[in-house]
């Protein structure tokens, strides 16, 4: 059971993502019929100004949450797992809510296989695919070591030791899955706000940046201070898929995956 500070400070940050604006003592308690006394919940807001979760602009204002009670209060929140996702519902809402959704479809490719050609070229046998690259005699010994791994491994660790041309070969291939982007227009006014540079603008809109992100939330890498990342692994027309939601701390992420499924 939480107690009565941290129940006030999810009350004013819930308050805050529904309302967008600074919500007062009196304003508080009448939303959700708190019992406690004007007073009180001020003294509390006092206390968690002095910790640096709650921030007032003037004497006489209301209270915002700052981005690291944001941070706390989405890590807590939006810790489950997605199973089946309705598109549909993704694309509407990320154009009502104001988000940025990323979906690339997940092929489970293993390398099954690498066949040496006379020296000169390597084949590289994956589950339902081949690609044919120089051959090297350190770099056939390398990969042999990686037999039996998915393709993203493959892809992250040839891109981690500098093996361009496996990297360039097999991202070919993982760029041509199945994606989406919902809402591309939001993407874009974060990349000019924050001045964002090509190559990383570049990374988003291939879906490249799904090569190094996990299922889980992300806040000051991928995305500019204020902002976070939510990852997960999850089913779109029953066909394994990763999603990526971004969009400022202070949008409704709840009322988000809750309306697109039943979590």
């Known amino acids: 059971m939480i107690d009565k500070?941290?129940?006030l400070l999810q009350s004013i940050i819930k308050a805050y993502i529904e309302h967008c604006e600074p919500i007062g003592s009196t304003q508080l308690k009448s939303m959700y019929d708190i019992t406690y006394s004007p007073a009180t919940i001020r003294g509390y807001f006092k206390k968690l100004g002095e910790e640096g979760f709650l921030a007032?602009?003037?004497?006489?204002?209301?209270?915002?949450?700052?981005?690291?009670?944001l941070k706390q209060y989405w890590t807590s929140k939006l810790?489950?797992?997605?199973?089946?996702?309705?598109?549909?519902?993704?694309?509407y809402l990320a154009h009502e809510i104001g988000l940025s959704v990323f979906i690339q479809e997940q092929k489970?490719?293993?390398?099954?296989?690498?066949?040496?050609?006379?020296?000169?070229?390597?084949?590289?046998?994956?589950?339902?695919?081949?690609?044919t690259i120089k051959f090297s005699d350190a770099l056939f010994r390398f990969l042999n070591d990686m037999v039996s791994l998915e393709l993203s491994h493959i892809v992250n660790i040839s891109k981690q030791v500098g093996a361009l041309e496996v990297y360039e070969s097999v991202s070919q291939y993982v760029q041509n899955k199945n994606f989406h982007i919902y809402n591309t227009k939001e993407f874009?006014?974060?990349?000019?706000?924050?001045?964002?540079?090509?190559?990383?603008?570049?990374?988003?809109l291939s879906g490249e940046i799904f090569?190094?992100?996990?299922?889980?939330?992300?806040?000051?890498?991928?995305?500019?201070?204020?902002y976070i990342a939510s990852?997960?692994?999850?089913?779109?027309?029953?066909?394994?898929?990763?999603?990526l939601v971004i969009g400022e701390l202070s949008k409704d992420y709840?009322?988000?995956?809750?309306?697109?499924?039943?979590?």
Not at 59 to 69: D, K, L, N, V
Not at 79 to 91: G, H, K, P, R
């Open 254 to 263: 709840e009322y988000f995956y809750n309306k697109i499924s039943n979590i």
């Open 79 to 91: 810790n489950f797992t997605l199973n089946s996702v309705d598109e549909q519902a993704v694309n």
């Open 108 to 131: 489970f490719d293993i390398l099954q296989n690498i066949l040496n050609v006379e020296n000169k070229y390597m084949i590289l046998e994956f589950t339902t695919f081949a690609v």
């Open 188 to 204: 874009f006014h974060l990349a000019l706000k924050y001045n964002l540079d090509e190559n990383k603008i570049k990374r988003f």
């Open 211 to 226: 090569d190094s992100l996990d299922s889980g939330l992300y806040f000051d890498t991928i995305v500019p201070h204020g």
């Open 5 to 7: 500070k941290e129940f």
């Open 231 to 243: 990852c997960h692994n999850c089913k779109i027309n029953n066909i394994e898929s990763k999603m």
């Open 56 to 69: 007032q602009e003037h004497i006489s204002s209301g209270r915002t949450p700052t981005t690291e009670a």
